[in-house]
């Protein structure tokens, strides 16, 4: 069945680190592609998205890398900063009436 | 301040009684949804509306209804609720109706207790 997952439940950095959450997506029909960021006690907030004619975008702070060839999506977070403490979402859409959502990747940010 | 309201936030009920979630959006966006998030499962849709009076099944509407009788409403009802119902609830919205673009706007969230 169609799934989306993540490398790592929880990802723990280091105050002004880089940052990489990853993704593994499965259909390989999806050809858009989001990033969210949900804090706690808040809904889900888009941070970047891509199509999948490129390889890689762009945003502030953040990159998001997609290699087609594994099926596989990273997020990039720069300077990882406190208030980047929060859950990260891959989603990929196979249709344009479908999106599906991963599990999620924890991201910890310490002094 | 553009936003997804929803309401209540948190609300425990009991087996069977009827309830509403509401669901509102200022932005003028033609594309509502209705998600559930549980542990080790994501956000999962529900129901879907690409406009006022066009309502679609997502991947669980078991035991869920939606109405679009406005564009700026789209509240999730359940009418016998039952404890597998017990979950966070999001709304969003899109200025799109295709979802391969564009980017979802998510409300607070819901969390519905059912004893």
Same mark, same amino acid.
């Given at each position: 069945?169609?799934?989306?997952?993540?490398?790592?439940?929880?990802?723990?950095?280091?105050?002004?680190?880089?940052? &990489?959450?990853?993704?593994?997506?499965?259909?390989?029909?999806?050809?858009?592609? &989001?990033?969210?960021? @949900?804090?706690?006690?808040?809904?889900?907030?888009? &941070?970047?998205?891509?199509?999948?004619?490129?390889?890689?975008? @762009?945003?502030?702070?953040?990159?998001?890398?997609?290699?087609?060839?594994?099926?596989?999506?990273?997020?990039?977070?720069?300077?990882?900063?406190?208030?980047?403490?929060?859950?990260?979402?891959?989603?990929?859409?196979?249709?344009?009436?479908?999106? &599906?959502?991963?599990?999620?990747?924890?991201?910890?940010?310490?002094? | 301040?553009?936003?997804?309201?929803?309401?209540?936030?948190?609300?425990?009920?009991?087996?069977?009684?009827? *309830?509403?979630?509401?669901?509102?959006?200022?932005?003028?966006?033609?594309?509502?949804?209705?998600?559930?998030?549980? %542990?080790?499962?994501?956000?999962?849709?529900?129901?879907?509306?690409?406009?006022?009076?066009?309502?679609?099944?997502?991947?669980?509407?078991?035991?869920?209804?939606?109405?679009?009788?406005?564009?700026?409403?789209? %509240?999730?009802?359940?009418?016998? %609720?039952?404890?597998?119902?017990?979950? *966070?609830?999001?709304?969003?919205?899109?200025?799109?109706?295709?979802?391969?673009?564009?980017? *979802?706007?998510?409300?607070?969230?819901?969390? *519905?207790?059912?004893?």
């Amino acid at each position: 069945g169609e799934s989306v997952g993540l490398h790592l439940p929880t990802l723990s950095v280091q105050e002004g680190d880089n940052s &990489i959450i990853n993704c593994a997506y499965s259909n390989s029909a999806s050809d858009y592609f &989001i990033w969210y960021k @949900q804090e706690s006690g808040k809904g889900p907030q888009f &941070i970047i998205d891509i199509r999948s004619n490129m390889d890689k975008r @762009q945003g502030q702070r953040v990159t998001v890398l997609l290699n087609k060839t594994v099926k596989h999506l990273s997020l990039q977070i720069a300077a990882t900063q406190p208030g980047d403490s929060a859950v990260y979402f891959c989603a990929e859409s196979p249709s344009t009436d479908k999106l &599906i959502f991963g599990t999620g990747t924890r991201l910890q940010v310490f002094p | 301040e553009a936003q997804v309201t929803q309401n209540p936030r948190y609300l425990i009920t009991v087996t069977g009684k009827k *309830l509403t979630v509401t669901c509102s959006q200022n932005m003028n966006h033609e594309y509502m949804s209705w998600y559930r998030q549980d %542990p080790g499962l994501g956000l999962r849709q529900i129901y879907y509306s690409m406009n006022v009076e066009v309502t679609d099944k997502g991947d669980v509407p078991e035991g869920y209804k939606v109405s679009r009788k406005e564009k700026r409403n789209f %509240p999730l009802i359940l009418e016998s %609720p039952s404890p597998n119902q017990t979950s *966070l609830y999001f709304c969003a919205s899109s200025p799109s109706p295709d979802r391969g673009s564009g980017e *979802l706007f998510f409300g607070e969230g819901s969390r *519905l207790t059912v004893l």
